[in-house]
């Protein structure tokens, strides 16, 4: 348990359906990322929240729109998916955003299958 | 520019006998350097981390890693490998700093452990 939860831990998902994936940390950590990991390929950074304020966007398609109401919650809402996009999401959370000395908390990832 | 390689894409070993993950490193500067491990299904977990003190880091689960300067390398070794280490593991290679620089954190690509009775 590495104080990161992440919910659904497996989703399936229709081209045309609305889902939103949900990440909660109460590290008070003030640094939170969405990841994913797709089979044979290096993690890719999708997204970094620091302060509440999104300070990184990997340019990411706009069907995944990112959203922290506060610094304990991260949401990824997902509309008009395809099927490249099955993975497995990962959030982490860290005390800064820099990272340089700092461990990244993760979740333990949403399962995505888009269909 | 930073980057990191990991040497291996899968390492299969018996159980009890020695464990290498190799990681080799390209930074401007000396660098901090991670190690992750990611079992089956699971997030990624902190093994070990090099933030420029003791060469040799001792991680969880008797692992243990070596910075090199010399070889830029930062190999991650156990001397008697579990069932339970199989997993993937990830050299990392934190950002040099700054507020922004989240997003330069490089993960190396990976190297799956596998563990044979």
């Known amino acids: 348990e590495t104080g990161v939860t992440q919910t659904p831990r497996h989703l399936v998902m229709g081209m045309t359906n609305k889902k939103s994936l949900k990440c909660e940390q109460h590290?008070?950590?003030?640094?939170m990322y969405w990841y994913k990991q797709s089979a044979k390929k290096p993690l890719e950074l999708m997204f970094v929240?620091?302060?509440?304020?999104?300070?990184e966007n990997n340019s990411v398609p706009s069907r995944f729109s990112p959203e922290c109401p506060n610094s304990s919650h991260l949401f990824l809402h997902l509309h008009t998916l395809q099927p490249e996009d099955s993975a497995l999401y990962l959030c982490?959370?860290?005390?800064?955003?820099?990272?340089?000395?700092?461990?990244?908390?993760f979740g333990q990832g949403t399962r995505l299958t888009v269909v | 520019a930073q980057s990191v390689t990991q040497l291996d894409s899968h390492v299969s070993v018996s159980e009890g006998t020695p464990v290498l993950l190799r990681c080799n490193y390209s930074s401007s500067y000396s660098p901090s350097l991670f190690w992750y491990v990611q079992h089956p299904n699971k997030g990624l977990q902190l093994l070990l981390k090099y933030t420029s003190a003791a060469t040799l880091v001792k991680g969880i689960n008797g692992f243990e890693a070596e910075f090199k300067k010399s070889e830029t390398s930062f190999h991650l070794t156990k001397p008697s490998a579990h069932m339970s280490d199989a997993a993937e593991y990830f050299c990392?290679?934190?950002?040099?700093?700054?507020?922004?620089?989240?997003?330069?954190?490089?993960f190396g690509s990976g190297t799956r452990l596998s563990i044979r009775p």
């Open positions: 590290l008070g950590h003030n640094a």
């Open positions: 982490a959370s860290s005390q800064g955003s820099s990272l340089m000395n700092t461990e990244a908390f």
């Open positions: 990392v290679v934190p950002p040099g700093g700054g507020y922004s620089s989240a997003s330069k954190i490089i």
């Open positions: 929240y620091s302060l509440e304020e999104r300070v």
